[in-house]
């Protein structure tokens, strides 16, 4: 059984301060959609509506901690965040885990699109092959 464990999407643009370009978080506290609802019990709870976009990292075998945001057996999990306006986004990241011993596995793709209106969507790449060009994980 594959398991897929995402935490955090964190979309940044860029602001000058003190002449030094510096990431802002853009999706902070913004609401978002999950297709389908998580359900990788160890993380599994209320807070998993919030817990994306809310700026705090977990660490630490993270996938069985609230704070983390879990599936299992779910493909594709699709994560929408409403950032309200539209505004430029200068980079994507993301933090997950994997452990085969616990059947947590890396995902194999984790496409960013993008939408000014909600309806006409443009893919603008694959973050996992665009990490795969620096390192693979373990």
Known sequence: MHRAILWLFVLNTFS??????????IALEKPYTLEPAPNYPACTEAGDRTQLTDGKKVSDLFWTQPGCVGWSGQSPVVITIDLQTNQPIAGVSFNTAAAAASGVG????????V??????????????????KHSLPP
């Open 115 to 132: 939408s000014d209106d909600g309806d006409l969507w443009h893919v603008t790449g694959d973050l996992v092959a665009l990490s795969a």
């Open 16 to 25: 000058s301060v003190f002449g030094q370009c510096a990431p802002i978080n």
């Open 106 to 113: 890396w995902p194999s793709e984790l496409y960013v699109w």
